[in-house]
């Protein structure tokens, strides 16, 4: 049984660009979260993707936006990138029809660097 | 608007040490507690989910306790081995929603 997966596992893009990031979440679950992680702190919630709608949005501008497919999938798509958004950028994943109380499962990141 | 501190921010113990890492939070209307693992530039490892109702869990080495009332949660790691060094984080929920973290306790355990 497959956990959560991201790629790339590393991008390197340069100020002004644009980003696309995949998670696949792990089997059975139908919900997935993204997080970005700056080096030495926590990850921090950027937002929430439940029947391919979002749920939730933590405190991110508008260049950060996301999909949610029919298969669970996920894509976060970052805009106009700044030096500052360079981080580790992690997806988690969760199903609301279980009893899980919401026990989160994260994939291994894709790590960001924008020069 | 809820905050998480973990204290100590890095440990260094002997191999067979027992150990406890600390969380508090500000805010006791949670739904769940979570405690995490992150080896350095990896993703996190889920070790324990404490529902709101419940008062500790146990895996193995590790047992996690929550105390609602006292805004606290520690992680105690029993006979620590060079294999448990890594970032450990606490993160919680008001729901089904998004988990608010801690910035971690980074754990150093010697051979």
């Known amino acids: 049984d497959a956990g959560v997966t991201q790629s790339p596992t590393h991008l390197i893009k340069t100020r002004g660009q644009q980003v696309t990031l995949r998670c696949s979440p792990k089997?059975?679950?139908?919900?997935v979260s993204w997080y970005q992680q700056a080096l030495g702190q926590g990850p921090q919630f950027i937002f929430q993707y439940y029947e391919e709608e979002e749920r939730q949005r933590g405190n991110f501008p508008d260049r950060f936006s996301g999909h949610q497919f029919p298969n669970y999938s996920s894509e976060l798509n970052v805009n106009a990138l700044l030096l500052g958004d360079s981080a580790l950028y992690l997806c988690?994943?969760?199903?609301?029809?279980?009893?899980?109380?919401?026990?989160?499962?994260f994939g291994p990141g894709t790590r960001l660097t924008v020069l | 608007k809820q905050e998480v501190t973990q204290i100590p921010a890095a440990l260094s113990v002997p191999e067979g040490e027992n150990l406890v890492l600390n969380c508090s939070f500000t805010?006791?209307?949670?739904?769940?507690l979570q405690w995490f693992r992150q080896d350095p530039g990896k993703g996190l490892t889920s070790l324990l989910l404490?529902?709101?109702?419940?008062r500790e869990q146990t895996s193995g080495r590790l047992n996690a306790s929550l105390d609602k009332s006292s805004g606290r949660s520690t992680l105690y790691i029993a006979a620590s081995q060079p294999g448990d060094s890594a970032t450990y984080l606490c993160?919680?929920?008001?729901?089904?929603?998004?988990?608010?973290f801690g910035s971690g306790t980074r754990l150093l355990v010697r051979p």
């Open positions: 805010d006791s209307a949670i739904y769940n």
């Open positions: 993160a919680l929920s008001h729901s089904s929603y998004k988990l608010i």
């Open positions: 089997s059975g679950h139908d919900t």
């Open positions: 988690a994943s969760s199903s609301l029809l279980e009893r899980s109380y919401n026990e989160q499962f």
């Open positions: 404490i529902q709101s109702s419940q």
